[in-house]
């Protein structure tokens, strides 16, 4: 009997079978395979899917929106594991083109992630591990966010890119990871004019970071490497604001550490 999983795009995904060669065109999915323990199954990865380290020894096929789509054909995997966000359009159809079973991910919310790991899990073959998987990063997930029911809106700017500077914006699982932590989106419907950007990703002058008015303005590691010297700059700009650091990637890979950038951020806006 098929297994049949609804994807991103609502399209149904038909499997006779668990597949036995998976190629992961996203970090936080080849992430999430491991954690479902189906490693050996994975034939193809991008340079960026490093975690965890047993990731590094998969065959390489390009990067996120540097697909090789040859190597990919040449790996004659049962099924790939894509984002709508991280991947190209182009690159997904040239390889539905080929035969190939693409399913396409777009997690928004952090309990989309949830749903994300459970159909991934259904996919390979490993849905009660899924279910417990997730089960256990809800569980997790609802504690931090009772622990800050009292705890003050912090207003927070999430910045991703500098030259122009970026923020996370609406639509996105980190402005929900942030509302969750007890945050206020600053860059949440802004917009500066003279920088180009999109709603989900504005950009902003030096000026236009200054009238966002952050209290707290976080550095993440990914998928800008932001490192001390940017946080001087941005305190120079926003004199009263905090400037902190932060782990890129469990707050910016949307799989299962999204609870630990929970956390992160958490901590990083109130302390816990």
Same mark, same amino acid.
């Given at each position: 009997?098929?297994?049949?999983?609804?994807?991103?795009?609502?399209?149904?995904?038909?499997?006779?079978?668990? @597949?036995?060669?998976?190629?992961?065109?996203?970090?936080?999915?080849?992430?999430?395979?491991?954690?479902?323990?189906?490693?050996?199954?994975?034939?193809?990865?991008?340079?960026?899917?490093?975690?965890?380290?047993?990731?590094?020894?998969?065959?390489?096929?390009?990067?996120?929106?540097?697909?090789?789509?040859?190597?990919?054909?040449?790996?004659?995997?049962?099924?790939?594991?894509?984002?709508?966000?991280?991947?190209?359009?182009?690159?997904?159809?040239?390889?539905?083109?080929?035969?190939? @079973?693409?399913?396409?991910?777009?997690?928004?919310?952090?309990?989309?992630?949830?749903?994300?790991?459970?159909?991934?899990?259904?996919?390979?073959?490993?849905?009660?591990?899924?279910?417990?998987?997730?089960?256990?990063?809800?569980?997790?997930?609802?504690?931090? &966010? &009772?622990?800050?029911?009292?705890?003050?809106?912090?207003?927070?700017? #999430?910045?991703?890119?500098?030259?122009?500077?970026?923020?996370?914006?609406?639509?996105? #699982?980190?402005?929900?990871?942030?509302?969750?932590?007890?945050?206020?989106?600053?860059?949440?419907?802004?917009?500066?004019?003279?920088?180009?950007?999109?709603?989900? #990703?504005?950009?902003?002058?030096?000026?236009?970071?200054?009238?966002?008015?952050?209290?707290?303005?976080?550095? @993440?590691?990914?998928?800008?490497?932001?490192? &001390?010297?940017?946080?001087?700059?941005?305190?120079?700009?926003?004199?009263?604001?905090?400037?902190?650091?932060?782990?890129?990637?469990?707050?910016?890979?949307?799989?299962?550490?999204?609870?630990?950038?929970? &956390?992160?951020?958490?901590?990083?806006?109130?302390?816990?």
């Amino acid at each position: 009997m098929s297994t049949i999983v609804r994807d991103a795009l609502g399209r149904n995904l038909a499997l006779d079978r668990p @597949p036995r060669r998976i190629v992961s065109l996203v970090p936080s999915l080849t992430e999430t395979c491991i954690a479902l323990g189906v490693r050996e199954r994975l034939v193809g990865a991008t340079e960026f899917c490093v975690f965890p380290e047993e990731a590094k020894t998969i065959p390489r096929v390009g990067g996120t929106i540097s697909v090789s789509v040859e190597k990919v054909r040449a790996l004659v995997p049962d099924v790939v594991l894509a984002s709508a966000d991280e991947n190209r359009k182009p690159q997904i159809e040239s390889l539905e083109g080929a035969g190939i @079973p693409v399913f396409v991910t777009w997690p928004r919310t952090l309990p989309e992630i949830f749903e994300t790991i459970e159909a991934t899990a259904r996919i390979v073959g490993e849905e009660v591990t899924g279910l417990s998987l997730a089960r256990g990063l809800r569980r997790r997930a609802v504690e931090i &966010e &009772e622990s800050l029911i009292l705890a003050r809106p912090v207003r927070v700017a #999430y910045l991703i890119w500098r030259d122009p500077w970026m923020a996370t914006g609406l639509e996105t #699982y980190v402005h929900d990871l942030l509302r969750r932590a007890g945050g206020r989106n600053a860059a949440a419907g802004a917009h500066d004019p003279s920088v180009q950007g999109s709603p989900r #990703y504005p950009g902003f002058t030096d000026d236009g970071l200054r009238a966002l008015a952050p209290d707290v303005v976080l550095l @993440p590691s990914e998928p800008f490497v932001f490192g &001390e010297r940017d946080a001087a700059d941005v305190r120079s700009l926003l004199p009263h604001a905090r400037v902190l650091l932060v782990d890129g990637e469990p707050i910016n890979w949307a799989g299962p550490r999204s609870v630990d950038g929970l &956390e992160i951020l958490a901590r990083a806006l109130h302390g816990r």
